[in-house]
């Protein structure tokens, strides 16, 4: 899995170049373990395709872009921590909170930290890298991916043209960003180092510059004996930011909302997606053709029993179902002709009557107290408190291709079979 970091210009810078897009921003591809296979500085439109081929983005934002809280927090769920925070740091901001994005980091002796940065400028960095096809982005605060140090504070120096941004681990949990505009690059590695003790008066204070930059730094720092006690100097490098952003931080564009964060990458379901469309298509041209056959097999099926209709019966001429029409003509010129039809009042009530008696021949029968016929049908009442063998009725009836069904008023349902 290859992760590309990106340390990117501050907002200040940003807004003050002409295309801030074409700012030199340090970066390093790293293989999964932290190995670094590619480093260097290019703007970021020149790492576009470095972006969409790597499995990870991490963005190290200017730690003066960032603002870091600690905050008491009372315990409630992750929802309602993400509606309540901008209310919990409302009286401790400069700027409206809904300009924000306000994050929250891991509960640690009771407080929070809590990274606040200007929605805007985070919206436009990650709309910039999605274009660019990136799937899995995180932006990290840079002051809290240096490694902290227990007795002191860890500063690094990076050059923004003629300006510098200084970045500062305090403690575990704390740390700033300082914007400096020194009065003139002779000056700077001065400028710097007065600025650094402004803020740390007292502690131990480690200072990594660019590589370039350390003889500069040197001198300066032999030019102020009263530092040298107190400040560490070394060059800066990739594998301390990388093992520092490996370390659980707080990710702000996991805050930012719907579009940004970790996003499925479909590249490599692209075809499977394609072959199982292709599949699903030719069976829905399958069953479209399979469709339309049968139809017409449908359609020829009754035309022929519509001219079978029409050539036995010619006079007539409302044809709407020639199956049921054939049946009742049948049933009609049967009982024309005398013969009852199987579900005549006549035939079920003999061939009731006929069951009854044969069951009646092996064990004592109850009294009918009515006989109805309705919707060719046949309802046998029998007399109350009777006991009735359905079971033997039901038999008997089956031999002459009758049915019988209980009503839940007590009738018994006489059918024909036929």
């Not at 970091?5 to 932290?34: E, M, N, Q, V």
């Not at 650094?196 to 730094?217: D, G, M, N, R, S």
Request: hydrophobic residues 50%.
């Amino acid at each position: 899995m290859s992760t590309l970091y990106i340390r990117l210009p501050s907002k200040a810078a940003a807004d003050s170049a002409t295309h801030w897009i074409a700012l030199s921003c340090p970066f390093a591809l790293a293989a999964h373990g932290g190995a670094i296979e590619r480093e260097g500085a290019a703007p970021l439109s020149e790492l576009a395709e470095a972006v969409g081929k790597a499995q990870r983005v991490v963005l190290l934002l200017a730690a003066s872009d960032v603002s870091l809280l600690r905050v008491k927090v009372p315990p409630m769920s992750a929802a309602r921590l993400k509606t309540a925070l901008p209310n919990l740091v409302e009286d401790r901001l400069m700027s409206d909170p809904a300009e924000c994005v306000v994050a929250a980091g891991a509960a640690f002796e009771g407080l929070r930290t809590v990274a606040v940065v200007n929605r805007a400028w985070l919206e436009i960095l990650s709309k910039t890298v999605t274009a660019f096809g990136a799937h899995n982005v995180a932006a990290l605060p840079a002051q809290l991916c240096l490694p902290p140090r227990p007795d002191g504070v860890v500063a690094v120096v990076a050059e923004e043209g003629a300006d510098i941004e200084l970045t500062l681990r305090l403690s575990e949990q704390e740390g700033i960003g300082l914007p400096i505009m020194p009065d003139s690059a002779a000056t700077a590695a001065t400028d710097v180092l007065k600025a650094l003790c402004a803020v740390v008066p007292e502690a131990p204070i480690t200072v990594y510059v660019p590589q370039a930059a350390v003889p500069i730094f040197r001198d300066a720092l032999d030019a102020l004996p009263a530092l040298e006690q107190r400040v560490t100097l070394g060059a800066d490098n990739w594998p301390r930011w990388i093992a520092g952003a490996e370390r659980p931080s707080l990710d702000l564009m996991s805050w930012l909302g719907a579009g940004s964060g970790s996003q499925l990458n479909w590249r490599p379901w692209r075809w499977p997606l394609v072959l199982a469309a292709t599949v699903l298509a030719l069976n829905a041209i399958g069953l479209n053709i399979d469709w339309w056959r049968m139809k017409r097999e449908a359609n020829g099926l009754r035309e022929a029993l519509v001219q079978t209709y029409k050539s036995a019966f010619p006079k007539e001429t409302v044809i709407i179902d020639p199956v049921a029409q054939m049946k009742q003509k049948i049933a009609a010129a049967q009982n024309q002709s005398g013969q009852l039809a199987p579900d005549d009042f006549a035939a079920l009530a003999a061939n009731f009557g006929e069951a009854w008696a044969a069951v009646g021949q092996t064990r004592k029968v109850p009294g009918i107290a009515a006989l109805e016929y309705r919707e060719r049908s046949l309802l046998v009442r029998l007399k109350p408190d009777a006991d009735a063998p359905l079971e033997q009725v039901k038999a008997a009836l089956a031999q002459r291709n009758l049915t019988v069904t209980r009503q839940p008023n007590g009738l018994w349902q006489i059918r024909s079979g036929k």
